[in-house]
């Protein structure tokens, strides 16, 4: 019988009963969202990566002969070695007129490759007689709308040639394709090509010999042990470092935001199921009250408090299981949503969706147990009640002069102004509790805005005051200065300023950083670098500048000694003061005087490219002569680099922000409806004799939402505060060594959080307010409190 | 301005004429008549009591006259006011201006000092008294600044007639002012309302299923099942002192 009562308790509050609920589904959704979509990208990052061998060390070198791979393969602890020929290539895409470049790897010219195994999504593999077949990236391939049979010309080593697409595939190494220095993956002007091994040494010069090896290690290998022996190894023919997973970029990038998507699963959540149980806390309080009398008779007739108790928290787990029922449906399609982002940048051949039954059981668990904390006063209270007290009505509230008015300013205040006055301050506990309740939403808005603004700025600093050139050159090699003004003859380019860059580890202590050094010149206009406080600094004459990052991670400040070991050319030593710090927010690096970098290296004036500024109308002939040259290895076209990035992050940033705002129109319009429909069940008795006595509807209204629109007033400042400190929470979470957020709050982030905030709660207010219409007023004359 | 002549009150202005006044509620499956066609007037500066057992349709009456409700059939006039054809913002009005309500749990604010109850009336009205006035008319001039809460059930409801008053209304609506309090605290209450009837001259008109309140009024109307059974006038009134019960 009690059952049936629930039931109909909950139709009777099915309003209140259903914004409690869809705060439950907004914070069960994100928890089995997030949660989902890390499983599912964990497991299949993990099944890739075992199906198709990903290995767990990488090195580059110069060049090595073939049989250098036997020694390696008897290092302790390495399982498999793959060899491999990688050269850089420029392409030439029929109807695409910007600079594309291309990284070629070779495939084994018999069977699948040992390790870093390629998936065949079209067509077929490539045939080791035919030295103009290529498999390409699915989206590089998908960015050109290429198929099989598809053909274009390629500079490889300065010669060029006809290449035809054969298939389109995948691999593990290349699961975010992004491109040598690039900050952002550009599909349109950045792939990767297969190619067969002998076709491709032979146009490079590479025969019998390889540039470029992975291993595969037992589970008991040391990897620094093995980094130590396999860079011994490749020391004489150049090696340029060997690296394990955590910083072969692909592998990195999926890292990051694994960990950001596991910060995200933690936040969101909480900060949902904690505003339930608040709400259910006062909804249930409110239901107590107003249920008394029932409750004192069905003790009467003998039920026992456990009754009671169970019977109210069957109330509340009814409510919090439809809640988490309706937010695994809701993470389940949101976590699918999700996941086709992510396919757009992190290319998996599949991602196989999966909820795991103990993840769904985990959010159904949390929610419940969230909802019984929010409920425990309330049953409780319910429970312990005395038949005979609760026969009685509730004693009358106590009221008391506020603050304001003891302060002397009572004249300024109406008696509907000091009702509503009076009446946040005798509950101040749920009032505050409200107002966080709205602050919390507000502050989750700021947090979709806030990535927004945030990318704007990284965006403006790295491309707009730090990098000012149009066009970034870069050589297979290095090259002498003189190569400038082979630059500097093209029609239309304007200005011309050389850098170089040199693959270096930093060592400090015992810490060291693996990045490269660039040399610039003292004096450079294209290629700035800010202070921390984003002014630009000068490039001083000694010393080098690094990133604050980068001083960070070795822990050094300005005028402190750092090792620099070069791991290319000579492969010098040398001991190097840190000049200062600069700013930057995406990557890692450090930074020389050209000529600085010269001296240390030994190899006199040589550069690793340039960066260019020109008179747009020339453009296209400006690429025409660069694909021509065969030292240039590739150009970065600084505005497409920017609209790129723009391109791929749109869409997400918009589904994001989407999804923020619903959710957190959610937690306001539940809040604020909640708080509104239990002052009406606890004040329409006075409202109503307030109409009697000639107060129009109104008048009342303003009484009844004025304390709402104070509290939503009153929450928005803190929203903000709240907002700003979630960001910044956010903002540093999702830092690392591939970028930094800055922590930049635009006034629209402030704008758009209240503006939200603001309308949910005139929404609710004016769903309340159409109750108030309907107040019966002859009901409540003749009925006591 | 003398309640205390029963003589001739036909000559006075009538302040509210009801004409066949017919309410049916229905209740779903059962229609309920609680008024079949009742006529009654009531005059300036008279006090009548609705005598009555529950159900004979007393309160709906009083609150079909104080524009609380609408009847089924029949008409209302307030002076020379058709209530039945009036829209829900004229009755607002016509209360706000016209009629102090007293009821029998009171509803004060809680939130409310006693002068701030009554002045929630007087912030409103056109022409009101002061409310420390209107206090002092019914005695709690020292207790205007004490909650709700903080009042006897009696001085509640003597705040209540305060804040009925206080805007000078042309009718005083009485649902069972005593109800909810002992004889003797009843009896203070009374006294408030019989003085404000004959010192203000406001029309009032009483609820109560108590006959023994009867003997305080001009006019006494019975009713029965919704119909007006008999209007019985008192040659003399009787000082709410002299009542018991």
């Given at each position: 019988?009690?059952?049936?009562?629930?039931?109909?308790?909950?139709?009777?509050?099915?309003?209140?009963?259903?914004?409690?609920?869809?705060?439950?589904?907004?914070?069960?959704?994100?928890?089995?969202?997030?949660?989902?979509?890390?499983?599912?990208?964990?497991?299949?990052?993990?099944?890739?990566?075992?199906?198709?061998?990903?290995?767990?060390?990488?090195?580059?070198?110069?060049?090595?002969?073939?049989?250098?791979?036997?020694?390696?393969?008897?290092?302790?602890?390495?399982?498999?070695?793959?060899?491999?020929?990688?050269?850089?290539?420029?392409?030439?895409?029929?109807?695409?007129?910007?600079?594309?470049?291309?990284?070629?790897?070779?495939?084994?010219?018999?069977?699948?490759?040992?390790?870093?195994?390629?998936?065949?999504?079209?067509?077929?593999?490539?045939?080791?007689?035919?030295?103009?077949?290529?498999?390409?990236?699915?989206?590089?391939?998908?960015?050109?709308?290429?198929?099989?049979?598809?053909?274009?010309?390629?500079?490889?080593?300065?010669?060029?040639?006809?290449?035809?697409?054969?298939?389109?595939?995948?691999?593990?190494?290349?699961?975010?394709?992004?491109?040598?220095?690039?900050l952002?993956?550009?599909?349109?002007?950045?792939?990767?090509?297969?190619?067969?091994?002998?076709?491709?040494?032979?146009?490079?010069?590479?025969?019998?010999?390889?540039?470029?090896?992975?291993?595969?290690?037992?589970?008991?290998?040391?990897?620094?042990?093995?980094?130590?022996?396999?860079?011994?190894?490749?020391?004489?023919?150049?090696?340029?470092?060997?690296?394990?997973?955590?910083?072969?970029?692909?592998?990195?990038?999926?890292?990051?935001?694994?960990?950001?998507?596991?910060?995200?699963?933690?936040?969101?959540?909480?900060?949902?199921?904690?505003?339930?149980?608040?709400?259910?806390?006062?909804?249930?309080?409110?239901?107590?009250?107003?249920?008394?009398?029932?409750?004192?008779?069905?003790?009467?007739?003998?039920?026992?408090?456990?009754?009671?108790?169970?019977?109210?928290?069957?109330?509340?787990?009814?409510?919090?299981?439809?809640?988490?029922?309706?937010?695994?449906?809701?993470?389940?399609?949101?976590?699918?949503?999700?996941?086709?982002?992510?396919?757009?940048?992190?290319?998996?051949?599949?991602?196989?969706?999966?909820?795991?039954?103990?993840?769904?059981?985990?959010?159904?668990?949390?929610?419940?147990?969230?909802?019984?904390?929010?409920?425990?006063?309330?049953?409780?209270?319910?429970?312990?009640?005395?038949?005979?007290?609760?026969?009685?009505?509730?004693?009358?509230?106590?009221?008391?002069?506020?603050?304001?008015?003891?302060?002397?300013?009572?004249?300024?205040?109406?008696?509907?102004?000091?009702?509503?006055?009076?009446?946040?301050?005798?509950?101040?506990?749920?009032?505050?509790?409200?107002?966080?309740?709205?602050?919390?939403?507000?502050?989750?808005?700021?947090?979709?805005?806030?990535?927004?603004?945030?990318?704007?700025?990284m965006?403006?600093v790295e491309?707009?005051d730090s990098r000012?050139?149009?066009?970034?050159?870069?050589?297979?090699?290095?090259?002498?200065?003189?190569?400038?003004?082979?630059?500097?003859?093209?029609?239309?380019?304007?200005?011309?300023?050389?850098?170089?860059?040199?693959?270096?580890?930093?060592?400090?202590?015992?810490?060291?950083?693996?990045?490269?050094?660039?040399?610039?010149?003292?004096?450079?206009?294209?290629?700035?670098l800010l202070d921390t406080?984003l002014?630009?600094?000068?490039?001083?004459?000694?010393?080098?500048l690094l990133t604050d990052q980068l001083?960070?991670?070795?822990?050094?400040?300005?005028?402190?000694?750092?090792?620099?070991?070069?791991?290319?050319?000579?492969?010098?030593?040398?001991?190097?003061?840190?000049?200062?710090l600069t700013k930057q927010y995406v990557g890692v690096s450090a930074y020389?005087?050209?000529?600085?970098?010269?001296?240390?290296?030994?190899?006199?004036?040589?550069?690793?490219?340039?960066?260019?500024?020109?008179?747009?109308?020339?453009?296209?002939?400006?690429?025409?002569?660069?694909?021509?040259?065969?030292?240039?290895?590739?150009?970065?076209?600084?505005?497409?680099?920017?609209?790129?990035?723009?391109?791929?992050?749109?869409?997400?940033?918009?589904?994001?922000?989407?999804?923020?705002?619903?959710?957190?129109?959610?937690?306001?319009?539940?809040?604020?409806?909640?708080?509104?429909?239990?002052?009406?069940?606890?004040?329409?008795?006075?409202?109503?004799?307030?109409?009697?006595?000639?107060?129009?509807?109104?008048?009342?209204?303003?009484?009844?939402?004025?304390?709402?629109?104070?509290?939503?007033?009153?929450?928005?400042?803190?929203?903000?505060?709240?907002?700003?400190?979630?960001?910044?929470?956010?903002?540093?979470?999702?830092?690392?060594?591939?970028y930094r957020?800055p922590?930049?709050?635009?006034?629209?982030?402030?704008?758009?959080?209240?503006?939200?905030?603001?309308?949910?709660?005139?929404?609710?207010?004016?769903?309340?307010?159409?109750?108030?219409?309907?107040?019966?007023?002859?009901?409540?004359?003749?009925?006591?409190? | 301005?003398?309640?205390?002549?029963?003589?001739?009150?036909?000559?006075?202005?009538?302040?509210?004429?009801?004409?066949?006044?017919?309410?049916?509620?229905?209740?779903?499956?059962?229609?309920?008549?609680?008024?079949?066609?009742?006529?009654?007037?009531?005059?300036?500066?008279?006090?009548?009591?609705?005598?009555?057992?529950?159900?004979?349709?007393?309160?709906?009456?009083?609150?079909?006259?104080?524009?609380?409700?609408?009847?089924?059939?029949?008409?209302?006039?307030?002076?020379?006011?058709?209530?039945?054809?009036?829209?829900?913002?004229?009755?607002?009005?016509?209360?706000?201006?016209?009629?102090?309500?007293?009821?029998?749990?009171?509803?004060?604010?809680?939130?409310?000092?006693?002068?701030?109850?009554?002045?929630?009336?007087?912030?409103?009205?056109?022409?009101?008294?002061?409310?420390?006035?209107?206090?002092?008319?019914?005695?709690?001039?020292?207790?205007?600044?004490?909650?709700?809460?903080?009042?006897?059930?009696?001085?509640?409801?003597?705040?209540?007639?305060?804040?009925?008053?206080?805007?000078?209304?042309?009718?005083?609506?009485?649902?069972?002012?005593?109800?909810?309090?002992?004889?003797?605290?009843?009896?203070?209450?009374?006294?408030?309302?019989?003085?404000?009837?004959?010192?203000?001259?406001?029309?009032?008109?009483?609820?109560?299923?108590?006959?023994?309140?009867?003997?305080?009024?001009?006019?006494?109307?019975?009713?029965?099942?919704?119909?007006?059974?008999?209007?019985?006038?008192?040659?003399?009134?009787?000082?709410?002192?002299?009542?018991?019960?």
């Amino acid at each position: 019988m009690l059952d049936r009562k629930l039931l109909r308790d909950l139709v009777g509050l099915k309003g209140q009963a259903m914004a409690i609920a869809m705060v439950i589904v907004s914070g069960v959704a994100t928890l089995v969202m997030s949660v989902s979509t890390l499983d599912s990208l964990r497991r299949t990052q993990e099944i890739y990566y075992r199906d198709y061998r990903f290995a767990d060390v990488f090195a580059s070198l110069k060049r090595a002969p073939e049989a250098l791979r036997s020694r390696i393969l008897e290092i302790p602890g390495v399982d498999a070695v793959e060899t491999r020929v990688v050269a850089a290539a420029s392409l030439d895409i029929p109807d695409f007129p910007d600079p594309v470049r291309a990284q070629l790897v070779s495939l084994p010219d018999e069977g699948a490759p040992r390790l870093n195994g390629l998936f065949l999504r079209k067509g077929r593999m490539v045939d080791p007689r035919r030295g103009d077949e290529v498999v390409v990236s699915e989206p590089f391939a998908e960015a050109h709308e290429f198929a099989p049979g598809d053909s274009f010309a390629a500079v490889v080593n300065g010669k060029r040639k006809s290449l035809t697409i054969v298939g389109i595939g995948l691999s593990p190494e290349h699961i975010y394709e992004i491109g040598p220095g690039a900050l952002f993956p550009d599909n349109k002007r950045f792939g990767i090509l297969w190619m067969a091994r002998a076709q491709l040494a032979a146009a490079n010069n590479m025969e019998g010999a390889f540039n470029d090896v992975s291993l595969a290690l037992s589970s008991e290998a040391s990897l620094p042990d093995t980094i130590e022996r396999l860079d011994a190894i490749l020391a004489p023919h150049g090696g340029l470092g060997a690296y394990g997973r955590k910083d072969q970029v692909s592998h990195r990038y999926l890292f990051e935001e694994f960990r950001q998507l596991g910060t995200l699963a933690a936040i969101f959540p909480a900060i949902f199921l904690g505003v339930a149980a608040f709400l259910l806390n006062v909804f249930l309080g409110r239901l107590v009250g107003t249920q008394r009398e029932q409750i004192a008779i069905l003790k009467a007739f003998g039920y026992a408090n456990r009754d009671i108790g169970l019977h109210y928290a069957k109330l509340v787990v009814v409510i919090a299981l439809a809640g988490t029922a309706g937010g695994v449906a809701a993470g389940i399609w949101l976590g699918k949503g999700l996941g086709r982002i992510y396919m757009d940048y992190y290319r998996f051949p599949f991602l196989e969706y999966v909820l795991k039954p103990e993840d769904a059981a985990l959010a159904c668990l949390v929610s419940v147990v969230a909802a019984l904390i929010g409920a425990l006063q309330a049953v409780r209270r319910a429970a312990l009640l005395p038949p005979a007290e609760a026969m009685r009505p509730e004693p009358p509230e106590r009221y008391r002069e506020t603050v304001i008015e003891r302060l002397g300013l009572k004249r300024l205040l109406s008696q509907p102004a000091r009702m509503i006055a009076r009446h946040i301050g005798r509950r101040p506990v749920k009032s505050l509790l409200t107002v966080i309740g709205i602050a919390l939403a507000c502050a989750i808005l700021m947090v979709g805005r806030f990535q927004e603004g945030a990318i704007d700025f990284m965006v403006d600093v790295e491309f707009r005051d730090s990098r000012r050139e149009d066009l970034a050159v870069a050589f297979v090699e290095p090259a002498s200065r003189a190569a400038i003004h082979e630059l500097q003859g093209i029609e239309g380019v304007e200005y011309a300023e050389p850098y170089r860059t040199v693959a270096v580890r930093l060592r400090h202590g015992h810490k060291t950083y693996r990045t490269s050094l660039r040399g610039i010149e003292p004096d450079a206009r294209l290629y700035r670098l800010l202070d921390t406080d984003l002014r630009p600094i000068e490039m001083p004459p000694e010393g080098m500048l690094l990133t604050d990052q980068l001083g960070e991670i070795l822990g050094v400040r300005p005028g402190d000694m750092v090792t620099v070991e070069a791991l290319e050319g000579r492969r010098p030593v040398r001991e190097t003061v840190v000049a200062a710090l600069t700013k930057q927010y995406v990557g890692v690096s450090a930074y020389m005087g050209l000529s600085p970098l010269n001296r240390l290296m030994g190899e006199g004036e040589a550069i690793s490219g340039a960066y260019l500024f020109t008179d747009k109308r020339y453009l296209p002939d400006i690429y025409r002569k660069l694909k021509e040259m065969p030292r240039v290895a590739g150009t970065a076209i600084r505005e497409n680099e920017i609209r790129s990035f723009y391109d791929t992050l749109a869409e997400s940033l918009l589904v994001f922000t989407f999804i923020n705002t619903m959710l957190a129109g959610t937690i306001a319009f539940g809040v604020v409806y909640n708080s509104a429909r239990i002052a009406l069940s606890e004040r329409s008795r006075e409202l109503a004799s307030l109409r009697v006595l000639g107060y129009t509807r109104g008048e009342i209204s303003y009484i009844l939402l004025g304390e709402l629109g104070v509290l939503t007033l009153a929450s928005v400042p803190l929203g903000f505060l709240v907002g700003r400190g979630l960001c910044g929470y956010i903002a540093n979470k999702l830092g690392s060594d591939l970028y930094r957020v800055p922590l930049v709050m635009e006034p629209g982030t402030y704008g758009f959080a209240a503006a939200v905030v603001l309308v949910s709660s005139c929404v609710s207010g004016l769903v309340v307010r159409r109750r108030l219409d309907r107040l019966d007023l002859v009901a409540v004359l003749k009925t006591r409190e | 301005m003398d309640g205390r002549t029963p003589n001739a009150p036909e000559t006075r202005e009538t302040v509210f004429r009801a004409r066949g006044l017919t309410k049916i509620y229905d209740m779903g499956e059962v229609k309920v008549h609680a008024l079949r066609g009742a006529d009654l007037d009531l005059f300036e500066g008279e006090l009548i009591v609705l005598l009555g057992p529950s159900g004979s349709g007393k309160s709906t009456l009083l609150n079909i006259l104080g524009g609380l409700d609408v009847p089924s059939a029949g008409t209302v006039h307030y002076r020379e006011m058709d209530l039945t054809k009036a829209t829900e913002k004229e009755l607002t009005s016509f209360r706000r201006r016209n009629v102090g309500f007293i009821f029998q749990f009171y509803n004060l604010i809680p939130s409310l000092t006693a002068v701030e109850n009554v002045a929630v009336v007087t912030d409103i009205a056109e022409k009101p008294m002061r409310p420390e006035d209107a206090l002092d008319l019914v005695g709690l001039s020292d207790r205007k600044d004490h909650f709700p809460a903080q009042l006897s059930g009696g001085e509640q409801q003597r705040v209540s007639i305060a804040r009925a008053i206080a805007k000078n209304p042309a009718v005083l609506l009485c649902d069972e002012p005593t109800g909810a309090l002992d004889s003797a605290t009843g009896i203070v209450v009374l006294e408030a309302l019989e003085r404000v009837n004959r010192e203000l001259g406001t029309a009032t008109a009483v609820i109560t299923h108590n006959a023994d309140i009867a003997g305080m009024a001009d006019r006494v109307v019975h009713l029965r099942s919704g119909l007006i059974a008999e209007i019985e006038r008192n040659e003399r009134r009787k000082s709410p002192r002299d009542l018991h019960w």
